[in-house]
């Protein structure tokens, strides 16, 4: 034997590309276009080097209090990870061990079935609707937990929380979790539904409307049974995930609510501009609640502008996967870049009808 | 059914406690008493804090490179994780797979028997000698991996490359694993045997000898082949693990190779003056080659006298546990602090032979 044949082998998710050239427009990967909280920057620099010499708080109790405080539950009811990617790895191996199928949409976040073949977890995928829409009715077969986003990657359509209470409801003996990654660019949080189900466990992220992708900080928020569960493993697997940077400028992120609320505000009005500058250039698209719109063009394939729109620099996110090959998912950046990027689809279309193929 | 019959049970591993008072001396988790390389804090300053919008590197490349270049190693061969606790996790779940158990040390980092029952992993281990070293050939009998700390812990006992050779050597079709936390404190690395052996892996961390336990870093040294199926599994984890501070000054770290050598010198001779005043004191330990010394006293217990040192402040660690509850871990800080431990043990010892119990 080889001690190859010990090791496990897997398909790794991958990423969006992370070019780094001078000029170039990056809306490939659902960022902030704006810098973090002003606060933020400032106790970077406070930060004293020889603190970190010592291991970091393991709870991260600054931070957990912080997002208690922020979203009025209790800090044993809160989760911090490396990122959500990290609380929800955390969270597969610890809620999906049933042994019979978890449900996901067949067009979501497409680490949820690289988790479950990682921790050997069996899936099933429900497909979405004719507009995209989840199915609740699909989510009441029996199963070993439910996950979806809301709104959902990469549609970037929003559920309403009737349909989130309905699947939560139906999946009493189960685990369901709610990616809410995108949830605050124009969505109803599955929150006040915790009130009425310990199954419920919600996860969110800094990556997105707080502009912290770089410090990689999620969090989930559940009944406190659920959390103390997650916990127990966390602790079996790392002690201290979040380093001392990361616990200090998570607290500062949180507390400038007025800033947060601003650049929320400033994304979603770009989006709702772009979308009629996209509507008028022949683009179709989910009404989207999120950072990015899931566009496909009446004439031009999304590869023909994926690759158009990059040899001008502009970078946008294209899958060549079945039901989604045809869109692209293009995050909302500054009113700046947006309109770089309408302008360079302008441009392609010109070229294409004076010189078609 | 109730969803918590689908919960993955644990029994977490408990961390040294993390108390913060002033005045304090705090030598219970091997933390490095001096402060990191000034280039860190330095650079640590320099961070653009709109830079932590974007995602970070997510294969930390200028760390990795700079980690293969100070270990003349190829950049495909290096691994880098949250702290080596995320960097051995991941290592327990892509190479322990062969359902056969793996072995380590009876005695031993207490983390390897909590990451096998997280992941299922069967394990046997093997007992030290009567002098806490490890037995060779203990290892040569059928399993599905090795582990073991070199120097090892909390004994500091440092194991030589004939040694680590001959385990590495018997156990061709597995993967074994060195993990070298302790080991920039006098021991001999087990680098150079990567040229002889692919199934090698070797994991440091920057939280004892680097002064960084703050800021989560560790990583893995070993052949192409394995790294890449560390990478697999991990980029099915968390695509990205290492936050943009622990890149940028992880890397400065690396890089200061004067300031690295010359606290490991201070450290490692104030660890050799605190044997002989231990020695003194009626205290007997193995040799350690660590950063802590792992003494018992011939008429106090550990537990009192851990009791004893905290009342004054001084946090070592003890255990309750077969084999060690007689033994304290003391990490050795700086000459004043250990002065103050000594002092504090000679004034326990003044008392009670005073007034006996």
Same mark, same amino acid.
């Given at each position: 034997?080889?001690?190859?044949?010990?090791?496990?082998?897997?398909?790794?998710?991958?990423?969006?590309?992370?070019?780094?050239?001078?000029?170039?427009?990056?809306?490939?990967?659902?960022?902030?276009?704006?810098?973090?909280?002003?606060?933020?920057?400032?106790?970077?620099?406070?930060?004293?080097?020889?603190?970190?010499? @010592? *291991?970091?708080? $393991?709870?991260? +109790?600054?931070?957990? /209090?912080?997002?208690?405080?922020?979203?009025?539950? !209790?800090?044993?009811?809160?989760?911090?990870?490396?990122?959500?990617?990290?609380?929800?790895?955390?969270?597969?191996?610890?809620?999906?061990?049933?042994?019979?199928?978890?449900?996901?949409?067949?067009?979501?976040?497409?680490?949820?079935?690289?988790?479950?073949? @990682? *921790?050997?977890? $069996?899936?099933? +995928?429900?497909?979405? /609707?004719?507009?995209?829409?989840?199915?609740?009715? !699909?989510y009441e077969q029996p199963n070993g937990g439910v996950i979806f986003p809301n709104p959902n990657a990469p549609t970037g359509?929003?559920?309403?929380?009737?349909?989130?209470?309905?699947?939560?409801?139906?999946?009493?003996?189960?685990?369901?979790?709610?990616?809410?990654?995108?949830?605050?660019?124009?969505?109803?949080?599955?929150?006040?539904?915790?009130?009425?189900?310990?199954?419920?466990?919600?996860?969110?992220?800094?990556?997105?409307?707080?502009?912290?992708?770089?410090?990689?900080?999620?969090?989930?928020?559940?009944?406190?049974?659920?959390?103390?569960?997650?916990?127990?493993?966390?602790?079996?697997?790392?002690?201290?995930?979040?380093?001392?940077?990361?616990?200090?400028?998570?607290?500062?992120?949180?507390?400038?609510?007025?800033?947060?609320?601003?650049?929320?505000?400033?994304?979603?009005?770009?989006?709702?501009?772009?979308?009629?500058?996209?509507?008028?250039?022949?683009?179709?698209?989910?009404?989207?609640?999120?950072?990015?719109?899931?566009?496909?063009?009446?004439?031009?394939?999304?590869?023909?502008?994926?690759?158009?729109?990059?040899?001008?620099?502009?970078?946008?996110?294209?899958?060549?996967?079945?039901?989604?090959?045809?869109?692209?998912?293009?995050?909302?950046?500054?009113?700046?870049?947006?309109?770089?990027?309408?302008?360079?689809?302008?441009?392609?279309?010109?070229?294409?009808?004076?010189?078609?193929?």
């Amino acid at each position: 034997m080889k001690w190859e044949d010990n090791v496990r082998k897997t398909v790794p998710y991958v990423a969006g590309e992370q070019p780094n050239k001078a000029g170039m427009i990056k809306l490939n990967t659902n960022e902030c276009p704006y810098p973090p909280a002003p606060e933020v920057g400032k106790l970077l620099r406070e930060i004293d080097p020889s603190a970190l010499r @010592l *291991y970091p708080d $393991p709870n991260a +109790t600054l931070l957990t /209090d912080a997002l208690a405080e922020y979203y009025r539950v !209790d800090p044993g009811q809160v989760f911090v990870g490396v990122g959500s990617d990290d609380v929800l790895a955390m969270a597969f191996l610890t809620f999906f061990q049933g042994g019979r199928p978890i449900l996901f949409p067949d067009i979501t976040y497409s680490f949820y079935d690289v988790w479950a073949k @990682l *921790y050997r977890i $069996p899936y099933k +995928t429900c497909a979405l /609707d004719g507009s995209w829409h989840i199915c609740p009715e !699909d989510y009441e077969q029996p199963n070993g937990g439910v996950i979806f986003p809301n709104p959902n990657a990469p549609t970037g359509i929003l559920e309403d929380l009737e349909t989130v209470e309905r699947i939560v409801r139906a999946n009493r003996d189960v685990v369901v979790i709610v990616d809410e990654a995108y949830i605050d660019f124009g969505g109803k949080s599955a929150l006040p539904l915790l009130k009425k189900y310990d199954n419920l466990l919600i996860v969110q992220t800094f990556s997105k409307s707080r502009a912290m992708a770089g410090m990689r900080i999620g969090f989930a928020i559940g009944s406190k049974k659920l959390i103390g569960y997650l916990n127990d493993v966390k602790f079996s697997f790392n002690s201290y995930t979040m380093n001392l940077p990361a616990q200090v400028l998570g607290v500062a992120a949180v507390r400038d609510d007025a800033y947060f609320k601003e650049t929320v505000g400033k994304i979603v009005a770009t989006r709702e501009r772009v979308k009629e500058s996209l509507r008028e250039l022949g683009f179709s698209f989910p009404d989207s609640r999120a950072n990015f719109i899931f566009a496909s063009h009446k004439e031009y394939s999304a590869e023909q502008l994926f690759r158009a729109l990059r040899e001008d620099e502009i970078y946008v996110r294209y899958w060549n996967k079945p039901r989604i090959s045809n869109s692209l998912r293009i995050t909302v950046g500054t009113d700046e870049q947006m309109d770089r990027l309408i302008a360079s689809l302008k441009e392609y279309q010109d070229k294409r009808r004076r010189c078609p193929e």
